[in-house]
C-alpha cells in the first residue's frame, strides 16, 4: 500500500487537495460547530473518493480481497453443478444497464458456468432491454471463450416479450404461442435446440438475472409455485434480495444478493473452471468488493458521527 | 356501452384466468387472454412516446418555460425513433440476404445500438449510481437511534454492512476453535455468519408478514374490480 | 464565513482545473493516450457486408505487430465520438450533486426521449410484428421482416384481430374526443391483471408462506437434537405472528396483544434494518461500477480487464 502511494503520488495529492478546504473549516470553525452545519456536498466527496479510490488501487494493483462463499451462493451453485451436459435451462435476464453494475458479473458467472458444464442455454427476457443485455453476455462470454458453442444447437436468443408476468403465464404452458422466432428471425421449428420444447416445464432449471418487477418475484408465483418440479435460482440487486429470502428454500433454490452475492458465485466457479490466472472479465464482482468495504465503512462512521453529535446536542434536551 | 361492457370484459377476463386454474380445459383460453394483455402491453408503449411526443411539443408551442429542453427530448426521441423502426444501418440477415429489412434492429454498429451504448446506458446507469450519495447524506442526517426500534434498526444495518465485506471476516476472526478450543461454541457470532443468520431467520419473518398482508390486500383489491366494487379505472364520464 | 465559502470555491475551482489539465495533457502528450475505442471488421455474407465488433486497443496493437499497416483492426471515429459522449452525460448527471444546472437538464431529457423511443421500437420489432401482424398477415411479414417464419407459426390466425382492434382502440385514447372507446382495451388489462394476481399472490405469497411457516419448533438433525435449528425455526414461526398481530388486529394494542405487536415491530425493525444495509450495497455498486467506466474505459487510468495490456508491455520495452 505504502509503496502504491507513493507511485501513484499524484491521487493522494488530489484527494488531499479536494479536501483541504474542508479540513481547513474543520481546524478553525470548530470541529463540532462545523460537522453541524456541514454542507452535504462534502459528503458527496468523501463518497466519491470511497469508492474511487479502492477502484484505482484495484485497478492498478489487481489485487482483491479473499472471498468465503457462503451457503446460499454454494446452494446456487449447487443446483447448477448437479445438472447433466445437455440439460435445458432457462435463463432470464429482466434487467437493463441501470443495474448493469450489480448484475452483470452475476450473468457472466451463470453464463459461464452453464456453458462450461454444457447444459443447452435459452435466453429470454421479461424487461424491454434484456434482450441487449443477453446479446451483451453472449458477446462477453460464449463468442470468445467457447467458439465450440453453436448458436441454435447450444444455445438460442429467444428475446423479449410485452406483458410482464402474462409472458409467464403464457410461456410456462405453450412456449410456441409467443416465441414464434427467436431474435434473428428464424422459426422455432428450424432451431435444432426448440426441438421437444413446448413449454418451460421442460427446463431443468431457471436461471433467472433480476432487477426487480417483473422478475423473480413473478417466476416465483407464476412458473415454480403452481409447477413445483421446475426449479429456479435468482441473481438479484441489492434493493430486492431481502424480499425473496420468505420463498427460500421451497419456492427458491438459490439466491445471489447484490454485488457479494456475486462474488461469492464468481469464487465457486473459479474454483471449479477457473485455473491459475483467471480471465479478468470473470473477477468483476471480486473487484468490485474492495470499493465495497470502504464504502460501507464510510456509511457507518458517517452515522456514527452523526448519532455523537446528536447525543452531544445540548438542545436536544430542551425539545 | 360506455360503462357496463368495460365491467363485463373486466370481470370476464378475469374469471377466466382464475377458473382456468380449476378447470384445465379452458388452459386455452386463459392462454388466449395473456396474449391479448401482452400485445396491449406493446401498444401501451407505443401510446406512451405518442403522449409524451404530444406533451412536448405542446410545451414547445407555448414557448413555456424550458421549452429548449423540450426541443433536445424531441430530437432524441425521434432520432432514435427513426434509426430504429427504419433500421438504418442494419445489414441484411446473413442468412436472407436477399430481404433488406431481416436483419436485427439492434445490430452493433447500427445507429439504434448507438443510441443504447452510447446514451441510454451511461444515463440510466449514472441516473441510478448518484443514488449512492443521496444515500450517504441521508446515514449523515436522519438516522438516529433515539429509541429501541431505531437502535435495532441501525444495528442490524451496522451488522449487515460489516458482514457482506471483508470487514465483518477481518474484526471477528479471532473468534476461531483454532485459538481456543471454547469458542468452537461462538463461531456464530462472527460477523459474517450473524448476518447470514439475520437474513435467513429475523429478516424472512419481517417480510414474510410484510408478503401475508400485501398478497392479502391485492387478493381483496382484484376481487373488488373483478365483482364491479371498484370502477375507478373506468374514470368519470 | 462568505470569505471562507470564496475561499473554498477557489480552493476546489484550482484543484479541479489542474486536475482537468493533468488529464487532458496525459491524453494527448502522453504515448497511450485515453478514451478512443476501435473496432474489427469482419466480412459477412460471403463478405457483402462487413460487420464491425468491438476491438481492444490490445486487438489494435498485436494486429499493427502482426502486420504494420493492416485495416483489420482500426479506430472507429464514431463509437470514439460515441465514447466521449458518454462520458459526457455520466458527467451531466453527476453534475447534479452541486447543483441543478443546464447539463444535468440536457442530459435528463435525452434519457426520457432516448428510453421512450427504445421502448416503443422494442415492442413494434419484437412484439408488434411477429405476435401481431405475423399472426394476421404471415405472408407480408414473411415478405419483409421475418423471412425466417415457417411452419405452424406461419398459419394464419384470425382470432389475433381481437387484440388488433382492441390495440386501435387504446391509441384512440390519442384522439380528443370519444374517450371511453379505449376504456374496453382498458378493461381488458385490468381484468387480466387482477385475475392473474389473485392467484398469484394467493398461492404463492399467502398460502405458500403459511406453509413455510408451518415448521417443527424442534428440529432433530441426523438423528441428534439441533439447537440452534430449533431456535431458528422458534423464532420465525412466533415472529412471524408477533408481526401479523401488529398488522391486523385493529384493536388498541394493550396487556399480552400489546406486547406481542412489540415485538413484531422489532422483527420489523431488524427487517428494516437489513435492508437498508443490503440497499447501501447495491447503490455502491452501481456507483462503482460507473466509476470504473470512467477511470478505465474513457480515462484509460487503470486497465482490470486487460484491455490495453500490450499497450504497457510495448512501451515498457521501447522506452
Known amino acids: 500500500m505504502g509503496a502504491f502511494l507513493v507511485q501513484e503520488w499524484w491521487i493522494v495529492l488530489m484527494f488531499l487537495a479536494s479536501l483541504a478546504p474542508l479540513l481547513h473549516r474543520l481546524a478553525t470553525g470548530g470541529l463540532v460547530a462545523s460537522l453541524r452545519t456541514l454542507d452535504r456536498r462534502w459528503i458527496f466527496l468523501l463518497m466519491f473518493w470511497a469508492v474511487a479510490f479502492p477502484i484505482y488501487y484495484v485497478g492498478v494493483t489487481g489485487k482483491t480481497l479473499p472471498e468465503v462463499p457462503g451457503l446460499l451462493a454454494q446452494s446456487t451453485f449447487d443446483e447448477i453443478e448437479r445438472l447433466a451436459p445437455g440439460d435445458p435451462v432457462l435463463l432470464a435476464f429482466d434487467y437493463e444497464p441501470s443495474s448493469a453494475g450489480e448484475l452483470t458479473p452475476m450473468a457472466t458467472a451463470f453464463v459461464r458456468h452453464a456453458a462450461e458444464k454444457r447444459l443447452r442455454m435459452y435466453f429470454v427476457a421479461l424487461w424491454p432491454l434484456g434482450a441487449q443485455m443477453i446479446d451483451d453476455v453472449i458477446e462477453r462470454v460464449l463468442t470468445p471463450d467457447f467458439p465450440q458453442l453453436q448458436y441454435g444447437r447450444d444455445f438460442v436468443n429467444l428475446g423479449y416479450k410485452s406483458g410482464q408476468e402474462a409472458v409467464i403465464k403464457v410461456i410456462v404452458t405453450n412456449l410456441r404461442e409467443l416465441y414464434t422466432t427467436d431474435v434473428r428471425g428464424t422459426a422455432v421449428q428450424n432451431i435444432p435446440m426448440m426441438e421437444g420444447i413446448a413449454s418451460v416445464q421442460q427446463m431443468k432449471l431457471i436461471i433467472d438475472v433480476s432487477a426487480g418487477t417483473p422478475g423473480t418475484k413473478e417466476w416465483v408465483q407464476y412458473a415454480v409455485t403452481p409447477y413445483p418440479s421446475l426449479r429456479i435460482v435468482a441473481g438479484v440487486t441489492g434493493v430486492s434480495a431481502p424480499l425473496y429470502y420468505p420463498y427460500i428454500p421451497r419456492q427458491l433454490h438459490g439466491l445471489l444478493g447484490a454485488i457479494k452475492g456475486a462474488a461469492e458465485y464468481e469464487q465457486l466457479v473459479l474454483t471449479r473452471y477457473g485455473g491459475e490466472n483467471p480471465n479478468p472479465k470473470y473477477t468483476e464482482g471480486l473487484r468490485r468488493m474492495g470499493p465495497q468495504l470502504v464504502a460501507h465503512l464510510l456509511i457507518i462512521g458517517l452515522i456514527v458521527v452523526a448519532n455523537i453529535l446528536y447525543f452531544t446536542d445540548p438542545s436536544r434536551a430542551r425539545r | 356501452m360506455k360503462r357496463t361492457v368495460p365491467l363485463l370484459i373486466a370481470s370476464a377476463t378475469g374469471f377466466i384466468l382464475i377458473v382456468a386454474y380449476f378447470v384445465p380445459p379452458i388452459q386455452a383460453w386463459s392462454e388466449q387472454v395473456s396474449v391479448w394483455f401482452n400485445i396491449l402491453a406493446a401498444v401501451a408503449f407505443i401510446l406512451g412516446g405518442a403522449n409524451l411526443l404530444g406533451n412536448h411539443l405542446k410545451h414547445i408551442s407555448d414557448r413555456a418555460r424550458g421549452w429548449g429542453y423540450s426541443v433536445v427530448l424531441i430530437v432524441s426521441f425521434l432520432a432514435t425513433l427513426v434509426a430504429g423502426l427504419g433500421k438504418i444501418g442494419v445489414n441484411p440477415s446473413a442468412d436472407f440476404p436477399d430481404f433488406a429489412w431481416s436483419g436485427t434492429y439492434r445490430q452493433i454498429g447500427s445507429p439504434f445500438w448507438f443510441f443504447y451504448e452510447y446514451a441510454f446506458t451511461p444515463l440510466t446507469a449514472t441516473i441510478f449510481a448518484i443514488l449512492a450519495f443521496f444515500i450517504a447524506s441521508a446515514a449523515f442526517r436522519a438516522f438516529r437511534a433515539k429509541n429501541i426500534e431505531a437502535g435495532l434498526l441501525l444495528g442490524t444495518a451496522f451488522i449487515v454492512l460489516l458482514g457482506r465485506t471483508f470487514a465483518g471476516v477481518a474484526l471477528t476472526s479471532w473468534i476461531d476453535p483454532a485459538v481456543w478450543s471454547g469458542f468452537q461454541y461462538f463461531t456464530g457470532l462472527r460477523i459474517e455468519n450473524l448476518t447470514v443468520y439475520i437474513m435467513a431467520v429475523f429478516n424472512t419473518v419481517g417480510n414474510r408478514a410484510i408478503m401475508i398482508g400485501i398478497a392479502l390486500g391485492i387478493v381483496s383489491t382484484s376481487l373488488k374490480i373483478l365483482l364491479g366494487l371498484d370502477r375507478s379505472y373506468l374514470g368519470k364520464d | ?319
Open chain 3, 1 to 319: 464565513m462568505i470569505a471562507g465559502m470564496k475561499r473554498e470555491t477557489l480552493i476546489w475551482t484550482i484543484v479541479m482545473v489542474l486536475g482537468a489539465a493533468g488529464l487532458l495533457g496525459r491524453a494527448f502528450f502522453s504515448e497511450q493516450g485515453m478514451g478512443r475505442e476501435y473496432v474489427r471488421a469482419v466480412p459477412v455474407a460471403n463478405g457483402q457486408w462487413t460487420q464491425y465488433d468491438g476491438a481492444t486497443y490490445t486487438d489494435y496493437l498485436r494486429a499493427e505487430q502482426a502486420q504494420p499497416g493492416q485495416t483489420v483492426v482500426q479506430l472507429s471515429l464514431p463509437r470514439t465520438v460515441g465514447l466521449w459522449l458518454a462520458a459526457f452525460f455520466t458527467l451531466a448527471v453527476f453534475s447534479f450533486l452541486w447543483g441543478d444546472n443546464p447539463f444535468y437538464r440536457i442530459a435528463e431529457h435525452v434519457f426520457v426521449g432516448v428510453s421512450a423511443a427504445y421502448w416503443m421500437v422494442v415492442a413494434f420489432w419484437d412484439v408488434i410484428v411477429p405476435n401481431l401482424i405475423g399472426k394476421i398477415w404471415p405472408g407480408v411479414v414473411q415478405a419483409w421482416a421475418l423471412p425466417g417464419l415457417a411452419g405452424p407459426e406461419a398459419e394464419r390466425n384470425l382470432v389475433y384481430v381481437v387484440p388488433l382492434v382492441l390495440g386501435l382502440m387504446l391509441l384512440w385514447r390519442l384522439m380528443p374526443a370519444g374517450g371511453w372507446i379505449a376504456r374496453w382495451p382498458l378493461a381488458v388489462v385490468v381484468g387480466t391483471t387482477a385475475g392473474l394476481r389473485l392467484i398469484g399472490f394467493l398461492q404463492g405469497d399467502f398460502l405458500a408462506q403459511i406453509r413455510n411457516t408451518i415448521l417443527p419448533l424442534v428440529v432433530f438433525t441426523g438423528g441428534a437434537f439441533d439447537f440452534w435449528g430449533s431456535v431458528s425455526n422458534t423464532i420465525i414461526v412466533v415472529g412471524v405472528l408477533c408481526c401479523l398481530t401488529y398488522f391486523f388486529f385493529s384493536f388498541e394494542h394493550k396487556g399480552i396483544v400489546g406486547g406481542v405487536a412489540h415485538v413484531g415491530i422489532w422483527m420489523l425493525m431488524i427487517t428494516f434494518g437489513a435492508a437498508f444495509g443490503y440497499t447501501v450495497m447495491g447503490r455502491i455498486a452501481l456507483l462503482g461500477a460507473r466509476l470504473e467506466f470512467l477511470l478505465d474505459n474513457w480515462l484509460w487510468l487503470i486497465d482490470p480487464t486487460g484491455r490495453r495490456v500490450v499497450a504497457t508491455m510495448l512501451f515498457g520495452l521501447i522506452g
